[in-house]
């Protein structure tokens, strides 16, 4: 019976998953979106590292962790985000934001193999911006922009503990989204307006894959190390786009003109392979701390279907330092020696250029996971964490964002193809 629930309810949320907006950035006009932080709650209270692998929680940036795996995993996270944008010489905006961010499912098939499986979003488009100017005639110009959509991947890995020490894994991942993008110009004294709407309906693959090698340094002493590859992401777009006039007093349109894109109907994009190492030290059931870098050629991305000039990229990167402490994982009668105690930090350059300026990402992470005894194998958890971070600049023309984001997720462990045995 809890298969069918469980089974159920994620079909459920795939739905939520794929209808919801998942971003308020301004920064999400750019390129296809805002990136969508790919981790679980549990590692992405770590900073995001993913070399750390174990029975019993699904990890969802690096493939090789379901060699680990020896429990079935049902997970899912939500988040709720508030924001403080900030512009220069102006007073900041607070607005927020709750979101799914992750389904998953982690099945062991035996002798050291597991499969993966489930839905996560990839990027998210959602921005309401308004620049003003003066027309020659010396009249007001208002233009506002405003997007929405976003790129979500269903996915299936697999992985294998191909030597005690040695584990591998591969991720294939369909990529399926719209984006939406509108401009409207408006004159003041003048009776009508334009407008300028952009639509994509994305679709591609990529694919993941990754090494760990996980050896004991001393008797209690385990290295934890992992490389990862994500290779490119050769997604079709398929693209209309649409230009009229509207009436400024009622706001209705008053014509509209379906362009002929000619060879832009379709075309491609080109996101660039990325590169991640990392290495940590612990202890097993007890603690672990590890880093890990990452790398992102971006010089010759582009999105050319949306036009934008004051947009460029070069090469990104990315710093994540974090670990966790358990006090005493099989204390009986002390329930909170056995919580995870989990924090980190991460630094990203995320590669985007606007108006001259680099656009970088820092958070501080931290959380808690939460035992749950009384359900399956008393080895399911609630994970409840926390992020303070900041993205962008107050300076040309462009905004800051801080922000606090709450994350809580489940992962539940039941075991399937136990044989019943009767004595």
Do not use: C
């Not at 009776?191 to 008797?219: H, I, M």
Request: proline fraction near 2%.
């Amino acid at each position: 019976m809890i298969k069918k629930i469980l089974l159920g309810i994620f079909g459920l949320a795939s739905l939520v998953l794929n209808a919801q907006n998942s971003s308020i950035s301004p920064y999400s006009f750019f390129g296809l979106g805002e990136v969508r932080n790919a981790s679980t709650v549990e590692n992405a209270m770590m900073g995001g590292i993913g070399m750390y692998a174990d029975s019993i929680h699904i990890n969802l940036t690096n493939p090789a962790a379901y060699g680990k795996l020896r429990l079935a995993t049902y997970a899912g996270g939500a988040s709720h985000t508030e924001y403080w944008l900030e512009e220069y010489n102006a007073d900041s905006q607070n607005t927020s934001l709750t979101t799914l961010d992750y389904i998953a499912m982690g099945l062991p098939l035996g002798r050291g193999v597991a499969i993966g499986f489930g839905l996560q979003p990839v990027t998210g488009v959602g921005y309401n911006l308004a620049t003003e100017s003066e027309s020659p005639a010396g009249n007001r110009v208002i233009n506002t922009f405003t997007g929405d959509g976003s790129i979500n991947k269903l996915y299936f890995s697999v992985g294998a503990q191909i030597h005690k020490d040695v584990s591998i894994g591969a991720t294939g991942g369909f990529n399926f989204g719209s984006l939406e993008y509108r401009r409207v110009q408006a004159e003041e004294d003048v009776q009508f307006g334009t407008l300028d709407e952009r639509k994509s309906r994305v679709r591609g693959f990529d694919f993941n894959f990754a090494l760990n090698y996980n050896p004991s340094l001393t008797k209690k002493l385990n290295l934890y190390s992992s490389l990862r590859a994500r290779t490119q992401a050769n997604l079709n777009s398929e693209n209309t786009r649409t230009i009229g006039s509207f009436s400024t007093s009622t706001g209705n349109g008053v014509e509209t003109i379906d362009v002929d894109l000619g060879a832009g109907r379709n075309t491609e994009i080109k996101v660039p392979t990325i590169f991640t190492m990392g290495v940590g030290v612990g202890e097993e059931k007890h603690w672990f701390v590890g880093g890990e870098y990452s790398i992102q050629d971006l010089n010759d991305f582009s999105n050319d279907f949306l036009g934008i000039d004051n947009v460029g990229y070069t090469e990104g990167s990315k710093l994540a330092v974090g670990g966790f402490w358990i006090p005493e994982y099989n204390s009986f009668n002390k329930y909170f020696k056995r919580v995870v105690y989990r924090a980190g930090f991460r630094y990203h350059q995320t590669g985007m250029v606007v108006n001259g300026r680099d656009i970088n990402d820092f958070g501080i992470t931290f959380g808690l996971g939460l035992p749950m005894p009384s359900v399956g194998n008393n080895f399911s958890n609630i994970n409840i964490g926390f992020e303070l971070g900041r993205k962008g600049t107050s300076t040309a023309n462009l905004v800051q964002e801080n922000y606090f984001k709450v994350r809580i997720g489940l992962s539940l462990n039941d075991r399937w193809f136990q044989k019943t045995r009767i004595n």
